[in-house]
């Protein structure tokens, strides 16, 4: 997952108003309404940075295991939605995966994905896929 | 002037299409998942002008707003292990009116030293996918045949080996029809040629 335009827009949104809020001079149960609204936009704010930061890290990894890591395939063996999230399904993969230098074995996965990919998602569906040379249960669905 | 059935009607007894009324492809692509199902209506299929086989037709669907768009469909599997994801999108085109997601799926803009391709479309595709291969499909002289040949409002979708080129004309006389048709033809035809090298 990544931010977008609307994402930023929010994040700014929310904590630019939650300060605002927070700083405002009123007194009384109007300002102290204010004040715990400042609180929670604040709070929302942060939660979507701290989101944010987690991705890049995993982008960062993701990029090292993509650059170092052996590249195999991964046959779609079952595919189901466990729900949605941001209109994306979120799909339970079970997956056949074939590393040259390593024993073929069975793995389970789940990722967001836009609708348009979810669909493909049947069992036979052929992904590529790259396996961290430090940790065979670490690897990248290509899709 | 002719309705949008009777062009089509007429598109297809000039061209040697068979008419096909109203096909739901599901959503193979970005463009189709914005319609929710909407279908291409009307549509026609055979062989297309340029070539390949395929569908075209005209597309629309309403969210807050109705979007109308023109499109082609073919197939071309072979590339689906080279190139999941391929998105090259006329800069500045609107899908939806109602877009408030802050996160989206992870994609990776085509980084290209063309200046006139980047000015023209967003060219975004899978992460992961092999840079040699998205190096070669976009060698200098598909670009400069991208920056150049379609038409102006043209696009295409490459994903899962469904290729949707589209063009945003509300009313496409049998020429802009053919225009639509001939370049995403060129289009599935080098991502083909490209798989097969």
């Known amino acids: 997952m990544q931010v977008n335009k609307v994402g930023i827009f929010l994040i700014a949104l929310f904590g630019g108003l939650g300060i605002a809020f927070l700083l405002v001079p009123i007194g009384g149960e109007a300002g102290g309404i204010l004040k715990l609204m400042g609180v929670i936009w604040v709070g929302v704010a942060a939660f979507m940075v701290v989101y944010i930061r987690r991705q890049k890290q995993k982008a960062v990894h993701n990029d090292w295991i993509f650059n170092q890591g052996l590249r195999g395939r991964a046959t779609v063996v079952e595919a189901s939605s466990g729900g949605t999230m941001n209109e994306m399904p979120i799909m339970n993969l079970v997956l056949d995966l074939e590393v040259p230098g390593q024993e073929a074995r069975r793995a389970s996965r789940t990722e967001t994905m836009p609708i348009f990919t979810a669909t493909r998602m049947v069992p036979g569906m052929v992904l590529g896929v790259y396996v961290s040379p430090k940790d065979p249960s670490d690897y990248i669905l290509v899709w | 002037m002719p309705t949008r ?150 696009s295409f979708e490459l994903a899962y080996g469904t290729v949707l080129g589209a063009i945003e004309e509300d009313f496409p006389g049998l020429a802009e029809l053919d225009a639509l048709c001939r370049v995403t033809s060129e289009v599935a035809s080098r991502i083909r040629t490209e798989s097969h090298e």
Request: aromatic letters at 12%.
């Open chain 2, 5 to 154: 059935a009777e062009v089509f009607q007429i598109y297809a007894r000039e061209r040697g299409l068979e008419p096909a009324g109203a096909l739901s492809p599901g959503p193979l692509t970005p463009l189709l998942a914005e319609g929710n199902g909407a279908p291409i209506d009307p549509a026609v299929r055979g062989e297309l002008p340029g070539g390949v086989t395929g569908t075209a037709g005209h597309f629309s669907y309403t969210r807050n707003k109705t979007f109308r768009f023109h499109v082609a469909i073919t197939e071309v599997p072979e590339s689906q292990q080279f190139a999941p994801r391929l998105f090259c999108v006329r800069e500045g085109r609107r899908t939806r009116d109602d877009h408030f997601y802050g996160f989206g799926a992870r994609h990776s803009k085509v980084w290209t030293e063309s200046e006139a391709l980047s000015e023209r479309y967003t060219v975004t595709t899978s992460p992961y996918q092999d840079p040699n291969w998205m190096r070669q499909l976009f060698s200098p002289t598909f670009i400069d045949w991208l920056v150049t040949a379609p038409p102006p409002d043209y």
